[in-house]
């Protein structure tokens, strides 16, 4: 690919980009959330079209590099390019064959579903991705929905792979499976673009690399010539302070306590058991656990989505039985949700309104009937300045930002929502707050949190990322199947240990 | 007493095939169009297009084929407006179904003061219609032989016709990537299937199915013009895509049921039940409401039978997911 450019509304995603890749091999392309990796690939699969630039694949039959032209997604498929997308493009309603054969046009009108059950069957055990191709899309696993993407793909004799950012919705074992997966496709001879932000992925998996940063392409690098440091500054364009020094101030006054809380679900299952855990003020507690033991519960306890079954839980010492979200907010609870996009923020609304949305009571933003625009103008802009969110805008919809900046967003309302009212006893529960997110908008989320912490904020911290919840935690809970089943000083603490009372295992 | 029950039922099936026609016309266009990802709320006024271009039609040349010919094409026109609307300008399919059904109620009945013998009404004139077709042997099976074997040619048209789109939905490859379409336009779309062609090629042959439901009306079962002649069936025509949880095949029944509610109360009145009729004429949308709540409640159900996932939502390439 040479000299591509691409603009959305008001940014220029890709500048002038060079990107290179041989065949046969697995090329990592790394950057920040933003920073155009999955905007180029996209260029490259026909979804989005370049302002400039042109593209050169490998013609296997005069053996030398073509141009083609690549406008539409079939264009792609024609010249044997397929994408692996991140949010999963699979008909949910069909089985994994019918979603492999959509698109084909083949010769005979009516579906020879037998003969494509055994092609598919074939390809999944040379790949090592078997899988049953009468199964419907919903029934299966989101790692098994991973491998129907692929062998998708690989069903159409794609002979480049784009895989966008694949890790992130597999747990370690299904990452490390899918590694290998990847070699062995590569020995085959397909070529593989491999998109990621995780160092780890990326000295393990791939033979070269590439690095974008802000729509430009920094580095191509050999990645057995690099490190990870290396290439971190690659990304972010200046080293990185890994570790954040969590908070030292004593803990003040109890901002949550929790006293014997039970929760059950939708289904009638016990979520929570007799749940007993306290915040202070100046206080991180991280909660760790494999996800689905309780975690998710807990935070939405704690911030009044889901009532309590049994037990009791104090805001700021004051009993929050009963009460609606609305009281658990004017008690002093911020709440930065996990899943961002469906509950963080109003995607369709201009990042102004998403700003303001919890802030709409205050007096100087809405005297009462009319919002105050020229306030609400300089409060949106010097909270986007002081979060550093990258928008084009204050009137770009939130959802047009990339994760890094929506998330600033959420935590931009939640810190300053509570924080001119409530100084005293004030709680932040962060659920997942830098899941998905680069390197530097990870650091940025946890130094404001563990700021936030330092100026009398308790907090509590969920999270699948035990080096996150070490780095920045003073105590650390661990929850399985719904209790919790210790309660760890963090500064001695190892992961290991972490690692067997998550598992359910007392040390 | 038994023999009078059964024959008591057979003409009320008799009736209920009549008027059940055009319903089955106008909902397995509807479920083609739906099944691609689009919802057209114009179908009633698609049919009563049909209904009043395909009688003129008629009428003036003297040829059924050419009446149905022109309802079709004219049904087929609607839907393209339809089309335009909302696949290439994205605009809301709610919104733009009731503006055609609208326009379409309108112009109907603009045009039916003018296309009779020069420029004088339609009403009351008396064109060529459907016959009933007689087939031998067949017709003669007891009770239901003349229900069945007894019709004009455009019901026996739906014998194969049905059968044939569910096949072509559930079974061929255009079929699945029309299912594709509906339920996930992006995977569709990355898979080479092209999207918008596919949403206009569908709607149209929805809308040109709602014309023929309407020159059923016009040409056969109400032969004539007259102002309203759909009387809402484009809308029980919708009702019944969720009733028949978009099959072509369960479309059948329900089209049987509904058509066959108004012969029931004029038979039943007969034989002395009196059960009011505002009542039976709401059984239609009453069961629509019962299906949704079952398909919607129980989500194994919904994932089977349930509304295409993309339904009503318009599609662009170049959106940040």
């Not at chain 1, 078997?130 to 159409?156: C, D, F, H």
Request: glycine share 12%; net charge negative.
């Amino acid at each position: 690919m040479e000299g591509i450019v691409k603009d959305f509304p008001g940014v220029r995603a890709l500048d002038h980009v060079d990107f290179i890749v041989n065949r046969g091999e697995i090329h990592g392309l790394l950057g920040e959330n933003g920073a155009g990796k999955t905007t180029l690939m996209s260029v490259l699969c026909g979804l989005y079209r370049a302002e400039a630039g042109n593209v050169y694949l490998h013609d296997s039959n005069s053996n030398s590099e073509k141009e083609v032209v690549i406008s539409t997604p079939r264009d792609a498929i024609v010249c044997g390019v397929g994408m692996v997308h991140q949010h999963f493009r699979l008909v949910q309603s069909q089985t994994v064959l019918e979603n492999c054969i959509l698109g084909i046009q083949g010769s005979n009108l009516v579906v020879d579903y037998n003969a494509i059950e055994n092609d598919i069957i074939e390809l999944g055990k040379k790949y090592g991705m078997e899988i049953n191709p009468e199964a419907y899309i919903w029934e299966l696993s989101v790692g098994e929905q991973q491998r129907v993407e692929i062998l998708k793909m690989l069903y159409r004799d794609a002979e480049i792979l784009i895989m966008d950012e694949p890790t992130a919705v597999l747990t370690p074992q299904e990452a490390r499976l899918l590694g290998e997966t990847m070699k062995r496709m590569a020995i085959e001879g397909k070529t593989i673009v491999f998109i990621t932000h995780k160092l780890d992925e990326v000295i393990e998996f791939t033979h070269r690399s590439t690095v974008l940063r802000d729509g430009k392409n920094v580095s191509t690098v050999e990645t057995g010539n690099t490190t990870k440091r290396e290439l971190a500054n690659f990304m972010v364009g200046r080293d990185v302070v890994f570790s954040i020094v969590r908070p030292n101030i004593s803990p003040g006054n109890y901002v949550l306590e929790m006293r014997g809380v039970s929760v059950y679900d939708s289904r009638g299952v016990q979520a929570l058991k007799d749940i007993d855990i306290d915040v202070k003020s100046g206080e991180i507690i991280g909660v760790a656990g494999v996800s689905g033991n309780g975690q998710k519960e807990l935070a939405e306890v704690a911030t009044g989505l889901v009532g309590c079954n049994n037990g009791s839980i104090y805001i700021g010492g004051q009993d929050m039985r009963g009460c609606s979200v609305d009281g658990f907010i004017k008690a002093g609870v911020s709440h930065i949700p996990g899943d961002r996009i469906g509950v963080g923020l109003a995607g369709n609304l201009p990042v102004s309104d998403n700003l303001i949305l919890k802030s709409y009571q205050i007096k100087e933003i809405c005297g009462g009937l009319l919002f105050n625009k020229r306030f609400v103008d300089e409060y949106v802009d010097r909270l986007i300045d002081e979060y550093e969110v990258v928008t084009p805008g204050r009137d770009t919809l939130a959802r047009n930002l990339s994760g890094g900046n929506q998330q600033k967003i959420v935590l931009a309302r939640e810190i300053e929502s509570t924080y001119r009212c409530y100084d005293d006893a004030r709680l932040i529960v962060a659920v997942y707050p830098t899941r998905g997110l680069d390197v530097g908008a990870t650091e940025f989320v946890r130094s404001r949190l563990v700021q936030q912490c330092s100026e009398g904020a308790g907090i509590l911290l969920v999270s699948d990322d035990l080096e996150e919840i070490v780095a920045i935690s003073s105590r650390i809970a661990v929850m399985y199947s719904g209790f919790i089943v210790d309660v760890v000083q963090a500064d001695c603490v190892t992961l290991e240990d972490l690692g067997m009372l998550m598992a359910g295992e007392s040390l | 007493m038994q023999t009078v029950d059964i024959a008591f039922w057979a003409s009320v099936l008799s009736i209920a095939m009549a008027a059940g026609t055009s319903l089955v016309y106008a909902t397995v266009g509807e479920i083609f169009a739906e099944k691609s990802g689009v919802l057209n709320l114009g179908v009633e006024g698609m049919m009563i297009m049909g209904a009043v271009s395909g009688f003129a039609a008629a009428y003036h040349s003297g040829n059924i084929l050419a009446g149905v010919v022109t309802g079709s094409m004219v049904g087929g026109l609607m839907a393209l407006i339809h089309c335009f609307v909302t696949i290439t300008l994205l605009a809301d399919q709610v919104v733009s179904g009731l503006a055609i059904t609208l326009l379409g109620g309108g112009l109907a009945s603009f045009l039916g003061q003018r296309l009779g013998v020069d420029g004088t009404p339609l009403v009351g004139l008396i064109g060529p219609r459907l016959l009933q077709i007689r087939i031998p042997y067949l017709s003669d099976i007891a009770y239901i032989g003349d229900v069945l074997f007894n019709r004009d040619i455009m019901t026996y048209s739906l014998y194969i016709v049905v059968p044939l789109v569910a096949f072509y939905i559930r079974r061929t490859r255009p079929g699945l990537f029309l299912r594709a379409v509906g339920e996930n336009p992006q995977a569709a779309d990355v898979m080479g299937v092209d999207v918008v062609k596919c949403r206009y090629f569908y709607t149209v042959i929805g809308g040109v199915f709602a014309g023929l439901g309407g020159v059923h009306l016009s040409l056969s079962y109400t032969p004539g013009w007259t102002e309203s002649i759909t009387g809402g069936r484009g809308w029980i025509a919708v009702a019944l895509v969720i009733f028949a949880t978009w099959d072509p095949i369960r479309s059948v029944v329900g089209a049987l049921l509904f058509g066959g509610v108004n012969a029931i109360q004029f038979r039943m009145q007969a034989i002395g039940t009196n059960v009011p009729a505002a009542l039976l004429n709401m059984l239609p949308y009453l069961l629509t409401i019962v299906v949704l709540v079952i398909i919607t409640y129980f989500e194994g159900l919904r994932k089977k039978v349930g509304a295409p996932d993309a339904l009503g939502l318009p599609y662009i390439r170049e959106e940040r997911v």
